[in-house]
T-cell receptor, first 114, second 112 residues
């Protein structure tokens, strides 16, 4: 079956612009996660959804970052007024439930802010 | 979640076993040890996890010391495709949200 799908795979934008990154999780997976990975570092947790609600958004760096999952499936990570420091690979993962222990990751969306 | 310590890098020979160490000396009784790997330009991939017993699956074996303060991931016959960054993560399974906290991992290079 299909894995976690993320679009776009690459996004180049200018400082100050608005960006949306989309994640399509594995069908039936109720939990969805966003991570951010800078070059040479491990993934950094941003936000976790259980169903439609954000159960833990403690990793969002500031209020320029926001994520939604309105129907409990596809999620969109939104970044306002992008800064050069936002450049990273944004990874999405899903799991069958919050307690399975196994997250399935997509290949990520590489964001470059010029 | 307890912190983990891994060597930043290691090389191993193709066809030989690769033994990847991880120290988690502050692990709590309800915390599991998870291993993920990340091949270049891909998202992390789950490998295996365990609580206190040794575990084996089609990808690897996980050996956890009796005091649970360290563990070793064993790739029995390393191939070039096993070149990746390997992450050792400790978390409580019943913790809300199943959030994983990644460290720097070990960059493993399998050489022919």
């Amino acid at each position: 079956g299909a894995g976690v799908s993320q679009t776009p795979s690459n996004k180049v934008t200018e400082k100050g612009k608005y960006v949306e990154l989309r994640c399509d999780p594995i069908s039936g997976h109720t939990a969805l996660y966003w991570y951010r990975q800078s070059l040479g570092q491990g993934p950094e947790f941003l936000i976790y959804f259980q169903g439609t609600g954000a159960a833990d958004d403690s990793g969002l760096p500031n209020d320029r970052f926001f994520a939604v999952r309105p129907e409990g499936s596809v999620s969109t990570l939104k970044i306002q007024r992008t800064e050069r420091g936002d450049s990273a690979v944004y990874l999405c993962a899903s799991s069958l439930s919050p307690n399975t222990g196994e997250l399935f990751f997509g290949e990520g969306s590489r964001l470059t802010v010029l | 979640d307890a912190k983990t310590t891994q060597p930043p890098s290691m090389d191993c020979a193709e066809g030989r076993a690769a033994n990847l160490p991880c120290n988690h000396s502050t692990i709590s009784g309800n915390e599991y040890v998870y291993w993920y790997r990340q091949i270049h330009s891909q998202g992390p991939q789950y490998i295996i996890h365990g609580l206190k017993n040794n575990e084996t699956n089609e990808m690897a074996s996980l050996i956890i010391t009796e005091d649970r303060k360290s563990s070793t991931l064993i790739l029995p016959h390393a191939t070039l495709r096993d070149t990746a960054v390997y992450y050792c993560i400790v978390r409580a399974l019943e913790a809300a949200g199943n959030k994983l906290t990644f460290g720097g991992g070990t960059r493993v290079l399998v050489k022919p």
